[in-house]
T-cell receptor, first 115, second 114 residues
Framework: SAVISQKPSRDICQRGTSLTIQCQVD?????MFWYRQQPGQSLTLIAT?????????ESGFVIDKFPISRPNLTFSTLTVSNMSPEDSSIYLC????????????FGPGTRLLVL | LAKTTQPISMDSYEGQEVNITCSHN???????ITWYQQFPSQGPRFIIQ???TKVTNEVASLFIPADRKSSTLSLPRVSLSDTAVYYC???????????????FGSGTQLTVLP
């Protein structure tokens, strides 16, 4: 299975600022995903990031707010821009898994608090 | 998108079998059903996946009726360490370049009591 790390693990930020979250995988993967999990809630897919192409965003998420980079097959970043308290959440990256169709390995998440 | 519905919470005692059902009435032909387990402060972890009928692995069984409009995750002889949130996910890959349609259910908080 893939080992995924995320940086930072947690952060407290001021509103109006931006935070870039890093996701590193120990093996090359084609597809990486970014999710948001608000306190006590389920996971919501933000976008799919393929290496060498623009990220594909889900309804309700836009590139200006959540720009994503995917410079190579083991790394991706998600930026939360112009943050507000409503952006306080856990942000998780995941990669395609090998356990079956459409399975995923998830990172530990980045816990973000916006004041 | 295939929307899923799960019970919000369930309690069980150690050693019992636990069955968690997920409804997905508008599942598409190409959709697979996947269950994940999530502990606090961790990312979800894959448990089991199925397309139809029954699937069993070393940790769980997954029962899917012929109409595929629901699925049941069965955990045999649960222990305290099985206390977690369990998510049902229905999804499929869209053609290259399109957004994947991966919808997590609301999750079921399973609490195993001694």
């Amino acid at each position: 299975s893939a080992v995924i790390s995320q940086k930072p693990s947690r952060d407290i930020c001021q509103r109006g600022t931006s935070l870039t979250i890093q996701c590193q995988v120990d093996s090359q993967v084609t597809m990486m995903f970014w999710y948001r999990q608000q306190p006590g809630q389920s996971l919501t897919l933000i976008a799919t990031a393929n290496q060498g192409s623009e990220a594909t965003y889900e309804s309700g998420f836009v590139i200006d707010k959540f720009p994503i980079s995917r410079p190579n097959l083991t790394f991706s970043t998600l930026t939360v821009s112009n943050m507000s308290p409503e952006d306080s959440s856990i942000y998780l990256c995941s990669v395609e898994g090998t356990q079956g169709k459409e399975t995923q390995y998830f990172g530990p998440g980045t816990r973000l608090l916006v004041l | 998108l295939a929307k899923t519905t799960q019970p919000i919470s369930m309690d069980s005692y150690e050693g019992q079998e636990v069955n968690i059902t997920c409804s997905h009435n508008n599942i598409a032909t190409n959709d697979y059903i996947t269950w994940y387990q999530q502990f606090p402060s961790q990312g979800p972890r894959f448990i089991i996946q199925g397309y139809k009928t029954k699937v069993t692995n070393e940790v769980a069984s997954l029962f899917i009726p012929a109409d595929r409009k629901s699925s049941t995750l069965s955990l045999p002889r649960v222990s305290l360490s099985d206390t977690a949130v369990y998510y049902c996910l229905v999804g499929t890959a869209i053609s290259s370049g399109s957004a994947r349609q991966l919808t997590f259910g609301s999750g079921t908080q399973l609490t195993v009591l001694p």
